[in-house]
T-cell receptor, first 112, second 112 residues
Framework: KAGVTQTPRYLIKTRGQQVTLSCSPI?????VSWYQQTPGQGLQFLFE???????NKGNFPGRFSGRQFSNSRSEMNVSTLELGDSALYLC???????????FGQGTRLTVV | GENVEQHPSTLSVQEGDSAVIKCTYS??????FPWYKQELGKGPQLIID?????GEKKDQRIAVTLNKTAKHFSLHITETQPEDSAVYFC???????????FGDGTTLTVKP
């Protein structure tokens, strides 16, 4: 059974640009959560989607947004990139919001 | 919101010894407590979890204990092996397992 797939694995962007990250959950999983991981702030919750609906949102500025498609795949978008957005962005999927979550390998975003 | 504290931040043990990592949480409504292992360059891997209706759970060399009254839970690894070396994260969530608050992580080093 394939795990959670995140693409791309690595990205380098310039300040002010925007970026879109993709997450394909484990087959059959309908819940997707996104986290930002940095050395200084640790793992921080960004948002969670279930059946194409955003159920929860973390404490991040409006530049961070996301969506989920009917096939449960999810994307997150960061606009007007700042240096501080450099991080490992992790996606986790679960059958539903109430069961264990499994993480992908992450997308390493570097903003220069 | 929920706050999770994790100790110690680093832990070094000899191969074959036991390792214990402790976490405390603040929100009495939290009822799901997963533990993740993260190796370099990889996403967090779920290794064990516990829900608030049980006090202890074991899976081979790994066990987790939960004290809801004191709001703390612990990870116990017995007979440690060099491949157990990694960063371990505890997390806490309410009914929504897809939105977890993570501890800051413990870097475990097992010396051969």
């Amino acid at each position: 059974k394939a795990g959670v797939t995140q693409t791309p694995r690595y990205l380098i962007k310039t300040r002010g640009q925007q970026v879109t990250l993709s997450c394909s959950p484990i087959s059959g999983h309908r819940s997707v959560s996104w986290y930002q991981q940095t050395p200084g702030q640790g793992l921080q919750f960004l948002f969670e989607y279930f059946s194409e609906t955003q159920r929860n949102k973390g404490n991040f500025p409006g530049r961070f947004s996301g969506r989920q498609f009917s096939n449960s795949r999810s994307e997150m978008n960061v606009s007007t990139l700042e240096l501080g957005d450099s991080a490992l962005y992790l996606c986790a999927s679960s059958l539903d919001p109430y069961t264990e979550a499994f993480f992908g390998q992450g997308t390493r975003l570097t903003v220069v | 919101g929920e706050n999770v504290e994790q100790h110690p931040s680093t832990l070094s043990v000899q191969e074959g010894d036991s390792a214990v990592i402790k976490c405390t949480y603040s929100d009495s409504a939290s009822n799901y407590f997963p533990w993740y292992k993260q190796e370099l360059g990889k996403g967090p891997q779920l290794i064990i979890d516990i829900r608030s209706n049980v006090g202890e759970k074991k899976d081979q060399r790994i066990a987790v204990t939960l004290n809801k009254t004191a709001k703390h839970f612990s990870l116990h690894i017995t007979e440690t092996q060099p491949e157990d070396s990694a960063v371990y994260f505890c997390a806490a969530s309410g009914a929504n397992a897809g939105k977890s608050t993570f501890g800051d992580g413990t870097t475990l080093t097992v010396k051969p």
